[in-house]
Structure formats: C-alpha cells, structure tokens
C-alpha cells in the first residue's frame, strides 16, 4: 500500500457529490494557546494499492515522548479497482498535555513495526491577533 495526499485537520466532510472538504488544515505543527488542551485531531488520505484483495490496515496518531497513544483505527479494505484510490479519513478529540511530536502511523498486512508517515509538533504559545505584537 502506498499512502497520498496525507493531511492533517480539524475535521473532514463529504459533499452530495462526492467531493471531500477539509477543515483547519495544519501544516508543519499544532499551536494551541496553553496545554493541557483538548482539540480536534482529524487525518484524511489515499490509499493505493498495487494488488487486488483484501488488505489489513492499522493507523495510529502517536506522541512518542510520553509514549502516548491517541487514537488508533485498524481495518480492511477489498480492492477491486487498482485506478481508483481509497480514501480515508479518521481521528477524533485528543488531549495533550505538554509540548511535543505527534507521530502518524502506519502498519499494512503483516507488518509488526509501525511506519512513521508524517509529525506535526505541539505546543502552547498566546495567539497574536492582525496588528499585534508578542
């Protein structure tokens, strides 16, 4: 499986025609103004794959300083199309308590060791609004 297009976010819907609409798209990290806080934490991505069949999928977002685990989903899919990507979308409310890395992971098939597909880092700072200074 090769995954595309990972994305973090606030939250993801689907339009009435089939269309995906993501929500508080993060780039390279996640300020929040002071922690512990809890917030919405959402991934959306593809999936493609280069045979047909069933295939086992295991996702995680992780915090590996505090070894911490904040959501997981594990699945199948049945691919019967190898044109057509599948997307995905998963995540749920976090808490985080200190500053640090949140990790998203993967495992496919038989794998027994996560693979790190992106990080996004965390941490508390006051929000500066337009025309303000620090």
């Known amino acids: 499986m090769k995954v595309h297009n990972l994305t973090i976010c606030d939250q ?3 339009e009435i025609n089939g269309k995906f609409f ?3 798209v993060y780039l390279n990290g996640l300020i929040v103004p002071q922690l512990p806080a809890t917030f919405p934490l959402t991934v959306w991505l593809l999936l493609e794959s280069e045979i047909y069949g069933d295939t086992v999928f295991k996702f995680r977002a992780y915090m590996p300083e505090t070894r911490t685990e904040l959501f997981r989903i ?3 899919i049945n691919v019967v199309d190898l044109e057509n990507w599948t997307p995905i979308g998963f995540g749920g ?3 985080i308590g200190k500053p640090g890395t949140i990790a998203i992971e993967a ?3 038989d794998e027994s060791e996560w693979t790190t597909l992106r990080t996004l880092f965390v941490r508390d700072e006051p929000f ?3 025309g303000e200074q620090k």
């Open 12 to 14: 993801v819907r689907q």
């Open 22 to 24: 993501l929500i508080g």
């Open 74 to 76: 594990e699945g199948d």
């Open 93 to 95: 409310n976090v808490s």
């Open 107 to 109: 495992m496919f098939g």
């Open 128 to 130: 500066v609004g337009v």
